[in-house]
């Protein structure tokens, strides 16, 4: 069985508080984790929440890299879906991880639409 896609999930915690608000460093974290991957923007869209926490998108033509952030908790979630087989999203995770400065981190892999290679050969 051959995927369409892989999705990483990464847990992020402890985590530098100051990085986790500063939504300027995030967007420029996924940017750079999109071109490490070796993907493509198509488009992007952040929102700086009040008091604290930052939600954002980097939507790329093989798929979409996402952050969540929670200073107060020193917590990130973070998903990177890609698909085909030309992007790399484990060095977009690993980018991720060392810039948010993560002391303490998980990634659980997903492999999407999972078919029959017969099935994948036909497109």
Not at 33 to 41: D, L, P
Not at 56 to 79: C, K, M, Q, R
Not at 90 to 111: F, V, W
Request: hydrophobic share 40%; charged share 20%.
């Amino acid at each position: 069985m051959n995927a369409l896609g892989r999705h990483l999930l990464l847990e992020l915690k402890d985590c530098n508080p100051e990085m986790l608000n500063d939504l300027d460093f995030l967007k420029d974290c996924l940017r750079i984790a999109v071109e490490e991957a070796g993907a493509t923007v198509v488009a992007e869209s952040f929102y700086q929440f009040s008091p604290q926490g930052v939600s954002g998108v980097v939507i790329i033509a093989e798929s979409h890299l996402f952050i969540h952030t929670w200073p107060e908790y020193n917590y990130a979630a973070a998903d990177i879906f890609t698909c085909g087989n030309s992007v790399q999203p484990e060095k977009a995770a690993e980018l991720i991880i060392q810039k948010l400065g993560a002391k303490n981190s998980s990634l659980i892999e997903l492999r999407r639409g999972l078919m029959p290679e017969s099935q994948l050969k036909c497109r």
